[in-house]
């Protein structure tokens, strides 16, 4: 209820509409009640006196002569009043509302390259962490032996961890550059877009340090079980980040084409995740929802 009056006070059209509805309203019932007057008004005199009445001009020919027609009279200018304030508080709300939209029309035209340049970092990342994350967690993605030259003596974990590492060596740059482009333009950004950056960050150094705990674990010689977290949360915001870039700046699509296939979505990821845990004996990846 409060909601719709709040919205109903800020429609010049719906205030103004109100107002002038009430003048039919209280002429048809100053028509109606004849003893209210010294003679009765005609259908004419009672719109008229409706009118006098609403705008407070109050020129005195007409004259309530009971003490009900008195209060509806007073009624109704104080009626006309307050919606004649409100109608006036509408149309400045709507001014303002104009001008607010001009004006963040314009900032976001000055800022526009700016945001465009942390938009098409942010894809970047996004493509190159997700799709190395779908190769480092997939525990049945195996290096050929025979290839890449290794030693005659290589375990297949051992080839297997130095072909994830080579997914790791690349990322740490791309993440900097990142970091470094979303505190260059901190003043581009504006409240929506900076804390989503910021957001973005933090979860990408949490898909980070995973990508190389499990590189780690891969490399570990001794046998250990290696236990650790998986931030799912943060890489379903990540996504969900990656998305609405690509709706807000959709040139970033072809700027930023992917090399390789379309990033993993984090669904997909998530499956990845649990089915390691299932099937690797050395890694557990507490998943954290």
């Given at each position: 209820?409060?909601?719709?009056?709040?919205?109903?006070?800020?429609?010049?059209?719906?205030?103004?509409?109100?107002?002038?509805?009430?003048?039919?309203?209280?002429?048809?019932?100053?028509?109606?009640?004849?003893?209210?007057?010294?003679?009765?008004?005609?259908?004419?005199?009672?719109?008229?006196?409706?009118?006098?009445?609403?705008?407070?001009?109050?020129?005195?020919?007409?004259?309530?002569?009971?003490?009900?027609?008195?209060?509806l009279t007073a009624l109704e200018s104080l009626s006309g009043i307050l919606f004649i304030g409100l109608f006036l508080n509408s149309?400045?709300?709507?001014?303002?509302?104009?001008?607010?939209?001009?004006?963040?029309?314009?900032?976001?035209?000055?800022?526009?390259?700016?945001?465009?340049?942390?938009?098409?970092?942010?894809?970047?990342?996004?493509?190159?962490?997700?799709?190395?994350?779908?190769?480092?967690?997939?525990?049945?993605?195996?290096?050929?032996?025979?290839?890449?030259?290794?030693?005659?003596?290589?375990?297949?974990?051992?080839?297997?961890?130095?072909?994830?590492?080579?997914?790791?060596?690349?990322?740490?740059?791309?993440?900097?550059?990142?970091?470094?482009?979303?505190?260059?333009?901190?003043?581009?950004?504006?409240?929506?877009?900076?804390?989503?950056?910021?957001?973005?960050?933090?979860?990408?150094?949490?898909?980070?340090?995973?990508?190389?705990?499990?590189?780690?674990?891969?490399?570990?010689?001794?046998?250990?079980?290696?236990?650790?977290?998986?931030?799912?949360?943060?890489?379903?915001?990540?996504?969900?980040?990656?998305?609405?870039?690509?709706?807000?700046?959709?040139?970033?699509?072809?700027?930023?084409?992917?090399?390789?296939?379309?990033?993993?979505?984090?669904?997909?990821?998530?499956?990845?995740?649990?089915?390691?845990?299932?099937?690797?004996?050395?890694?557990?990846?507490?998943?954290?929802?």
């Amino acid at each position: 209820m409060l909601r719709f009056m709040k919205k109903f006070s800020y429609s010049p059209k719906s205030v103004g509409v109100l107002y002038l509805l009430l003048i039919p309203i209280f002429g048809f019932i100053y028509w109606l009640f004849p003893s209210f007057w010294a003679r009765p008004l005609s259908p004419v005199e009672s719109i008229y006196f409706s009118v006098v009445t609403i705008t407070t001009l109050g020129y005195g020919e007409i004259t309530p002569v009971t003490d009900p027609a008195r209060a509806l009279t007073a009624l109704e200018s104080l009626s006309g009043i307050l919606f004649i304030g409100l109608f006036l508080n509408s149309l400045a709300h709507r001014y303002s509302e104009k001008e607010s939209e001009a004006a963040q029309k314009r900032e976001d035209e000055q800022w526009r390259p700016a945001r465009l340049l942390v938009a098409r970092h942010i894809c970047r990342v996004h493509q190159m962490l997700f799709n190395s994350l779908r190769w480092i967690i997939k525990h049945d993605h195996h290096l050929d032996l025979t290839q890449h030259n290794f030693p005659p003596n290589f375990t297949q974990r051992e080839a297997d961890a130095w072909g994830k590492e080579q997914q790791t060596r690349h990322l740490d740059y791309h993440y900097e550059e990142l970091k470094k482009m979303i505190e260059y333009n901190n003043v581009a950004l504006d409240s929506s877009l900076h804390p989503k950056a910021v957001s973005y960050i933090v979860a990408a150094k949490d898909v980070l340090n995973t990508c190389k705990f499990v590189v780690s674990a891969y490399k570990d010689k001794d046998g250990s079980r290696w236990g650790g977290s998986f931030n799912s949360l943060g890489v379903f915001e990540m996504e969900a980040t990656y998305k609405e870039m690509m709706e807000l700046y959709p040139e970033v699509e072809e700027l930023e084409k992917p090399i390789g296939p379309p990033p993993i979505s984090a669904d997909e990821i998530h499956e990845l995740v649990k089915l390691s845990n299932e099937k690797c004996d050395f890694l557990d990846l507490r998943i954290i929802e």
